[in-house]
């Protein structure tokens, strides 16, 4: 809507970063209308609830678009229950990538 449009003008000169929050996508329209009036589109999928082909899906709407698309954020993964990736678990890969000391 109009007051929609002006409201986040508003924000955006007094702001960095808005986020907008948004259904899912494959549930309403909304998703896209609201990425129409965004710098930037992030696809938020939920682990063990979203499978790969409703993330895909919703991907693939995203993209036909044509709004821009920045990626594609993980959101509440549990890396003790993944499964891992050919037959190996990545989960404690996380220790071996510590920031180190510059003299």
């Given at each position: 809507?109009?007051?929609?449009?002006?409201?986040?003008?508003?924000?955006?000169?007094?702001?960095?970063?808005?986020?907008?929050?948004?259904?899912p996508v494959q549930a309403v329209?909304?998703?896209?209308?609201?990425?129409?009036?965004?710098?930037?589109?992030?696809?938020?999928?939920?682990?063990?609830?979203?499978?790969?082909?409703?993330?895909?899906?919703?991907?693939?709407?995203?993209?036909?678009?044509?709004?821009?698309?920045?990626?594609?954020?993980?959101?509440?993964?549990?890396?003790?229950?993944?499964?891992?990736?050919?037959?190996?678990?990545?989960?404690?890969?996380?220790?071996?990538y510590e920031p180190t000391e510059?003299?």
């Amino acid at each position: 809507s109009k007051k929609f449009v002006q409201a986040l003008q508003f924000l955006r000169e007094r702001f960095d970063r808005i986020v907008i929050d948004s259904a899912p996508v494959q549930a309403v329209s909304d998703a896209l209308i609201l990425a129409s009036n965004a710098d930037s589109v992030i696809y938020v999928v939920k682990a063990d609830a979203t499978s790969a082909t409703q993330a895909q899906k919703g991907i693939a709407g995203i993209v036909a678009s044509n709004e821009p698309f920045t990626g594609v954020v993980l959101n509440m993964f549990d890396p003790k229950k993944a499964h891992g990736y050919f037959g190996y678990k990545y989960y404690n890969y996380h220790n071996y990538y510590e920031p180190t000391e510059t003299l």
